[in-house]
């Protein structure tokens, strides 16, 4: 089946046309600056490589218009969309059809991730309103934590509060998460039963996965949570935003800003959100990129360690996105955290360089570590086709 994959965000929307069966990508792309002066869209094509089209695209309709004008060369026919959806919310198990119902709920639940899903669901709208005749699949990035267990889930605030407002983790990287799973146990013929799954991009989860089902996750009510991330400061005593608030003289929305786009690496470093900026910086001596370095792996390895303790061990890791996935210097100081638990990896594995999932430890670590490329467009292809197929 070809399935459009549609990440829409406020301002822009990312697409991707892919087979579900070959996992072969025929096009994919980005609108930027939607509803901003200087939009264009970024193409590239199988074969025809990389273009940039400059077109007025004064909002998401106009924005979907072009991309299926653009497909129309490309000979490989839309059969069914897919689109990811930040938050699910309280409705989401799984991946769903998009009816009115559904579509009611992603707006229902918006609140929870503002910048997202309203984007989201109007695109989600436009399109069954454009393509009638297409099948449009909703793919919530929470829905693969919904069912991990209360203890992990539940915040301790008063219950009324926590049921009226819907106060609680839903985690975040889910499709990436469950498509690591899918492919460690392929990959591993079984024999993976307790897998830490840590997503290192520029936002960065863990997830504990017992046998396929989501044990717990780093990040929490919204991707705020968790990791030590490229501009979001993760876990704190959430009595900092009180202080910063009455004493600091901060406003909600200046903290919220602050947290989320100019802490992390960032911050502590002073050069960049950028791993690779980072790790360049502290080779040539910067003493705040190494503190960065070091803030980003011990997070890593501690919460590392919350993660098995969900699920009383732990028997494999897999490192996936940007950073995990290429970063050797990274993986290496993870690994050294971890040292304690048994982990170990093998230098000489880990600078390999592949698409391919592989294993990067020792055959005497205790841990076995694998770097698994993620691919979350192929995920919510597979779950279009499921659905609609
Ligand atoms: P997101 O999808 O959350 O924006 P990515 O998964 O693309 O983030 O990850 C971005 C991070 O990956 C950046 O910190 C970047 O430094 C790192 N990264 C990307 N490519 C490489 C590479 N070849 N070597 C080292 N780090 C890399």
Redesign the pocket.
Known sequence: MNVLVVNAGSSSLKYQLLNTQSGEVFAKGNCERIGIDGSFIGHEEKGAGKSTLEVALPDHRTAIKHVFEILETVDAPVEGIGHRVVQGGWYFPESAVVTDETLAQVREVAPLAPLHNYAEADVIEICRDMFPELGNVIVPDTAFHYNMPERAWRYALPRDVVEKHHVRKYGAHGTSHRFIWRTVNEFMEGKAHKLVSCHL???ASLCAIEDGHCMDTTMGLTPLDGLVM?TRCGTLDPATVFYLSRVGGYSIDEIDTMMNKQSGLLAVSGVS????DVCEGADKGDENCEMALEMFSYRVGQLFAEMAASMGGVDTMAFT???GE??VELRQRVADKLAWLGVEIDPELNAVRSDDPRVISTPNSKITCLVVPTNEELMIALDVEALLG
């Open positions: 991009g520029s936002g490229g959100s950028d791993s690779r996105a940007g950073i290429n970063s």
